[in-house]
């Protein structure tokens, strides 16, 4: 009997070892450790994707394609776009900037995932996964700011293209430091990442990266729905929301009768029960809602308590899908 429990201690023991470690990277096994963030992969998600890979080892991998700002930050700073995750063998995997099983790559198993670095809410859908991985959420402004403070507290070095890319991550997300989201931790470590980077004004950086966001002229109403998209489940419905940030907002909102055929086509090919636009006017700090039936309509109107202009709904002071529209959507279906 004795023998039996010693058994039962040793392969407890054993589990707990194989953990991952966040807090002691020489422990763990980085042979085909892979790290990447979510579908629609935002500059935020792409960098961190980058840090993590740095910081713990293993490879950064993109799911998707990048967009023009992440192409711009990687291309100013140096780096190699990170091999697509299709490409890459990966026994473990290492998630950055998402938990929703919505948002999670096909190819990615489950089973395989060891760890999660996020800054978002456990919403309805998480992934499900059947062994303990080890979690790091914190209510910070970017998935970037917790990984440059995993650098600094694990007293690993960021190179300075590394540095660069990361500073890129925490800019994206909190806007240049205009979201709601934004902590003074993120422009603390955006200050330490640019020294290191060599950057002296942050501000201009920035606002050279909402430049190469904003340029989506050449882009179509199709592929700008989903260059900044995520799916999510509220209430037991299956939702989408894409977001367009951008200094040219105008340029966007004449293409209206575009962005309506592209929507009506992916609603009905991705089996939505509702999907939402939004072109986000990061010079006015102000939303312009979009959908295309009458169900999504009534949850905005819900949503926002907002007029239906007849083309777009205008919420001012509204920049953040995490923080703003996301949890006011869901709000309102899980209240139908």
């Not at 780096?79 to 096909?106: E, Y």
């Not at 299956?238 to 209206?256: F, M, N």
């Not at 308590?305 to 777009?312: F, L, Y």
Request: some cysteine; overall charge neutral; charged content about 20%.
């Amino acid at each position: 009997m004795k023998k039996h429990y010693l058994a039962i201690l040793l392969a407890a023991c054993s589990t707990s070892s194989m953990a991952f470690e966040l807090t002691n990277p020489a422990a763990n096994n980085t042979d085909n450790l892979v790290w990447s963030g979510h579908l629609s992969p935002d500059t935020d998600t792409v960098t961190s994707a980058i840090a993590a890979a740095h910081i713990f080892g293993g490879t950064a991998a993109i799911p998707e394609a990048v967009n023009p700002e992440s192409q711009f930050v990687l291309d100013y700073c140096k780096v190699k776009t990170p091999t697509m995750l299709s490409a890459v063998k990966a026994d473990k995997v290492g998630l950055v900037d998402f938990n929703q099983k919505t948002q999670l790559h096909s190819s990615i198993a489950e089973d395989k995932i060891v760890a999660i670095i996020d800054h978002h809410a456990i919403g309805g859908n998480p992934v499900n996964m059947p062994q303990v991985a080890t979690l790091d959420i914190r209510p910070w402004g970017s998935a970037a700011t917790i990984l440059a403070n995993r650098a600094e507290t694990l007293g690993v070095s960021l190179p300075a293209e590394i540095a660069c890319t990361t500073l890129g991550g925490i800019l994206s997300d909190t806007v240049v430091f205009t979201s709601p989201t934004t902590t003074e931790y993120d422009k603390q470590y955006a200050e330490k990442l640019a020294k290191t980077a060599r950057i002296k004004d942050i501000k201009a950086f920035g606002e050279k990266m909402l430049e190469a966001k904003s340029d989506l002229s050449h882009v179509s109403a199709a592929d700008i729905l989903t260059l900044d998209y995520k799916n999510f489940a509220y209430g037991g419905k299956k939702v989408g929301i894409g977001v367009a940030e951008t200094l040219t907002a105008q340029q966007l909102l004449d293409r209206r009768d575009e962005f309506v055929a592209a929507m009506k086509a992916y609603k009905k090919e991705a089996g939505l029960d509702h999907l939402f636009f939004s072109v986000i006017d990061t010079k006015h700090k102000r939303a312009n809602m979009l959908w295309i039936d009458s169900a999504d309509q009534k949850v905005v109107q819900a949503a926002f308590k907002g007029k239906n202009t007849g083309e777009w709904l205008t919420l001012d002071g509204v920049t953040s899908r995490k923080r703003q529209i996301g949890p006011s959507i869901q709000k309102a279906i899980e209240a139908q």
